[in-house]
Structures are given as C-alpha cells and as structure tokens.
C-alpha cells in the first residue's frame, strides 16, 4: 500500500473454528504498513472479530501465512469488560506495569498524565472513578492504556458503536491522529461504513471473503459491493 514498513501481514489465510464444517474466513490477504488505518467492515457474523483474533494472535489459521507485530493492543466496544482498575490512574499504569515495565511512582504518573494528554484529556482525570466516566471518556482512557505501552499494531473491534453521535466523533478524530503522530497500524473493525470513511484503506468482508479492498471514497462508491455485503449506504 505505501513505502512505509509492514507492521501486518496476512497470505492467503483460511480459518475454521473447532468442531465446525465450514471455515469463517476463506483466502484472506492484506498487509497494513506502520501509520496507516485499515478499516474492515462487514455485516453480522460477516468474520470481522475473527479476523482481528487472528491478527492479535490469538486463533492460529489452519492454512496461509501471518506475519504478526510484537506488541499488540485489543480495545472492544465496552472496555469495562476488559478492564482493572478503580481509577484511570490505575488502569492506565496497570497496562504499563503489565509489559514489565519498571519505573519509580513519579516517573510512572508523570508516563500514565502523558499518555492521557495524548488522548486529550487532563491531569484531573486521574484519581477519576471508571465507572462515573461517560462511555466516550472511557473509551479515551482504553485508548490511552493500550497506546501507553506503545503497541506496533492496534485492533480496536466495533470501538464507537455504543457510543453516542458527538462521542463517536471525538473518539474517532483522536484515534485519526494518533495512529499518524504514533505511526501506529490500526486495524479497524465495523459494521458501519460512515465510522470508516476516515480510513486510508478499507476492505470488505462478506462470509468470511474480502469482496472489494482499496481508498473508503472508492470502496463505499461500489454500490454492488455494498448490497453484496449488506451494509447500508452512507
Ligand atoms: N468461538 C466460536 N466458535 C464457533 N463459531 C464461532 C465462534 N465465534 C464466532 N463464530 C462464528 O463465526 C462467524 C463469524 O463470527 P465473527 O464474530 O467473527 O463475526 P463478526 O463479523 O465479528 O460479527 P458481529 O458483527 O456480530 O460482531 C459467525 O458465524 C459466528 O457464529
Ligand atoms: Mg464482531
């Protein structure tokens, strides 16, 4: 896709779960360089969180090849399921200490306040209770506890569908920058196309097959492709 270096790389894969006839995923292939926002959108059960599964590493295919990063972070719809802490203090250093990175208490606040001003919100937020967060809050303080360990690749799974329309913009103009000023490979997953027009890329997937892949302007064009698929116009 660009000059850039490849932080993902996925050949020809074909995924089945356990147990099951019929694979979930058929002859997959991408490559997402380092900076860059690849947004796969797909329908209900179309293989979108499958395919982000096997891109953090956590299902193996049973054929083609994956080329994975080191260091991945995962963010869903509703971080509180995955999250620790009390405070956003907590969840962040949390993330940071779970690396195995080790610094004295001044250093690791002054490291958890930085990456929170990477987000765009304040010191004051802190010593803040989780849970009295708005959901567009939350989702920030997940961005910045994924972002604080420095991930090579991002996978965040349908991150602003539970999130209201002024939410959602804010959400996704923070993760637009991020993913440039961090040179960060994201790697988007939506039901949604209008969530993934900001994408540099974006590919459609259809039971378990990439239908169309190239510029969101052109993809989401395709009208063909989009009833293929089931997803509605913009
Ligand atoms: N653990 C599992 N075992 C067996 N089948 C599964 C498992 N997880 C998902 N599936 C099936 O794999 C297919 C793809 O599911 P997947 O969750 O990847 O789709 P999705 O595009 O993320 O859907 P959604 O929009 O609902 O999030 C579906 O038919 C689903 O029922
Ligand atoms: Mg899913």
Same mark, same amino acid.
């Given at each position: 896709?660009?000059?850039? #270096?490849?932080?993902?790389?996925?050949?020809?894969?074909?995924? !089945?779960? =356990?147990?099951?006839?019929?694979?979930? /995923?058929?002859?997959?292939?991408?490559?997402? #360089?380092?900076?860059?926002?690849?947004?796969?959108?797909?329908?209900?059960?179309?293989?979108?969180?499958?395919?982000?599964?096997?891109?953090?590493?956590?299902?193996?295919?049973?054929?083609?090849?994956?080329?994975?990063?080191?260091? !991945?972070?995962? /963010?869903?719809?509703?971080?509180?399921?995955?999250?620790?802490?009390?405070?956003?203090?907590?969840?962040?250093?949390?993330?940071? /200490?779970?690396?195995?990175?080790?610094?004295?208490?001044?250093?690791?606040?002054?490291?958890? !306040?930085?990456?929170?001003?990477?987000?765009?919100? &304040?010191?004051?937020?802190? $010593? $803040?209770?989780?849970?009295?967060? &708005?959901?567009?809050?939350?989702?920030?303080?997940?961005?910045?506890?994924?972002?604080?360990?420095?991930?090579?690749? /991002?996978?965040?799974?349908? #991150?602003? &569908?539970?999130?209201?329309?002024?939410?959602?913009?804010?959400?996704?103009?923070?993760? !637009?920058?991020?993913? $440039?000023?961090?040179?960060?490979?994201?790697?988007?997953?939506?039901?949604?196309?209008?969530?993934?027009?900001?994408?540099?890329?974006?590919?459609?997937?259809?039971?378990?097959?990439?239908?169309?892949?190239?510029? =969101?302007?052109?993809?989401?064009?395709?009208?063909?492709?989009?009833?293929?698929?089931?997803?509605? #116009?913009?």
């Amino acid at each position: 896709m660009t000059g850039r #270096p490849v932080v993902l790389a996925l050949k020809e894969i074909w995924f !089945t779960y =356990p147990g099951r006839s019929l694979p979930v /995923l058929q002859d997959i292939s991408l490559t997402l #360089p380092e900076g860059t926002w690849l947004s796969v959108v797909g329908g209900n059960g179309s293989g979108k969180s499958t395919l982000g599964k096997l891109c953090a590493g956590l299902l193996v295919p049973q054929r083609g090849a994956v080329r994975l990063p080191l260091r !991945t972070e995962w /963010l869903s719809s509703n971080p509180l399921d995955t999250m620790v802490g009390a405070t956003v203090e907590e969840e962040v250093a949390f993330n940071l /200490l779970h690396t195995g990175c080790r610094m004295a208490e001044r250093a690791l606040q002054a490291r958890v !306040t930085e990456s929170l001003r990477e987000v765009g919100l &304040s010191g004051d937020f802190l $010593k $803040k209770d989780l849970l009295k967060l &708005s959901g567009g809050e939350r989702q920030l303080v997940a961005l910045a506890s994924a972002l604080v360990t420095r991930p090579q690749l /991002l996978i965040l799974d349908e #991150p602003v &569908s539970m999130l209201d329309e002024g939410s959602r913009a804010t959400v996704l103009s923070v993760i !637009t920058r991020l993913v $440039k000023e961090l040179k960060v490979g994201l790697l988007h997953l939506t039901h949604d196309i209008a969530e993934a027009a900001g994408a540099d890329m974006a590919v459609v997937v259809h039971k378990g097959r990439l239908l169309a892949c190239g510029p =969101p302007g052109t993809v989401f064009a395709a009208s063909h492709v989009l009833q293929a698929a089931g997803l509605e #116009p913009l």
